[in-house]
């Protein structure tokens, strides 16, 4: 039952450019979050935003929440080969409860140097 | 301060061979989970645990069972394993309560694949 959709599936830049990712999804949240996942390691939590919040910043990071169009945006900016990683935005319905959260299938972003 | 540890790092079966896959967290947390993470498949909850003395089944129990050994102890069992559950294993524990409840923190993972 895969709630969250990363677009796209892969992404490949620069460093030092912007990398942006989209993360759609079906039924009313509670909250949405972007997990981080590097290579052969767990994920590890970077922001949560929740239903009533439009936009929230977290170092390099932004992230916007559009409830009416049901999609989020994870933007890195001046990215660094260190951000190479999967990242997977997660979904906690409304009247959701623990073992709710839903992932999606990843966005894998490759940084060149 | 370990986090979410879990056991073994790696781990080779044959078909029909049992395992159990180990999972501490020291961080007080009251909810833990089991999810399997499968190329282009995402995570996917296997089970999960609300709370000390209570477990729930997710999205794909089928072929596995977990105990809550206590709060800090979340194992997940393999009966008698197939191909099919060739995957890497995650275990995540989150609070109950707070602003961040829905948090959930992992540990590293283990790779199992039945041959």
């Known amino acids: 039952s895969q709630q969250g959709e990363e677009d796209p599936q892969a992404l490949s830049i620069q460093e030092g450019e912007n990398a942006t990712m989209n993360c759609s999804y079906k039924?009313?949240?509670?909250?949405l979050q972007w997990y981080r996942q590097n290579s052969g390691r767990g994920l590890v939590h970077l922001i949560l935003?929740?239903?009533?919040?439009r936009e929230k910043h977290s170092g390099r990071l932004r992230v916007t929440l559009d409830t009416s169009k049901k999609s989020s945006s994870l933007l890195i900016t001046a990215s660094r080969a260190a951000d190479t990683a999967s990242y997977f935005c997660a979904t906690f319905p409304y009247g959701g409860s623990q073992g709710n959260l839903i992932f999606g299938k990843g966005t894998k972003l490759s940084v060149k140097p | 301060n370990a986090g979410v540890t879990q056991t073994p790092k790696f781990q080779v079966l044959k078909t029909g061979q049992s395992m159990t896959l180990q999972c501490a967290q020291d961080?007080?947390?009251?909810?833990m989970y089991w999810y399997r993470q499968d190329p282009g498949m995402g995570l996917r909850l296997i089970y999960y645990s609300a709370s000390e003395g209570t477990t729930d089944k997710g999205e794909v129990p089928n072929g596995y069972n977990v105990s809550r050994l206590n709060k800090r102890e979340f194992s997940l069992r393999l009966e008698s394993a197939a191909p099919s559950q060739t995957s890497v294993y995650f275990c995540?524990?989150?609070?109950?309560?707070?602003?961040?409840?829905?948090?959930?923190?992992f540990g590293s993972g283990t790779q199992l694949s039945v041959l």
């Open positions: 039924t009313s949240i509670n909250n």
């Open positions: 961080m007080n947390h009251n909810s």
């Open positions: 995540a524990s989150s609070d109950a309560f707070g602003d961040l409840k829905e948090k959930l923190f």
């Open positions: 935003i929740r239903s009533n919040e």
